[in-house]
């Protein structure tokens, strides 16, 4: 079975840095583009970044770019998310996702969900 798990949320304050972790597993025949998205309470699921690691693209959401950065490690089957200058806004349950990126960052074009991860920013 293909599996996603997103580790490395927690508290932090305003300024600091989170790295965030998705573990994936169960690919027969390889995954290749991932991405992360986040959920704020009483928002819609928002994408943020994705990588495709065939081609090389990598995108952002305005609102992140700059201050986020995503890799995959195609060796040890995981994909990190960078985060730094949090704000108190980046607070949400972030999850991983597979098999697509694009530009738009749709959520509907990802077959693949990790359980998320909390990510809590104090002001």
């Known amino acids: 079975d293909v599996q996603l798990q997103a580790s490395g949320g927690g508290l932090v304050q305003a300024g600091g840095s989170l790295r965030l972790s998705c573990a994936t597993s169960g690919f027969t025949s390889g995954a290749y583009a991932f991405g992360w998205f986040r959920q704020a309470p009483g928002k819609e699921r928002e994408g943020i970044s994705c990588i495709d690691t065939i081609d090389g693209h990598i995108y952002y959401a305005d609102s992140v770019k700059g201050r986020f950065t995503i890799s995959a490690n195609i060796g040890n089957n995981t994909v990190d998310l960078q985060m730094n200058n949090l704000k108190p806004e980046d607070t949400a349950v972030y999850y991983c996702?597979?098999?697509?990126?694009?530009?738009?960052?749709?959520?509907?074009?990802?077959?693949?969900w990790g359980q998320g991860t909390l990510v809590t920013v104090s002001s």
């Open positions: 996702a597979a098999n697509h990126c694009g530009r738009l960052l749709r959520d509907f074009l990802y077959d693949y």
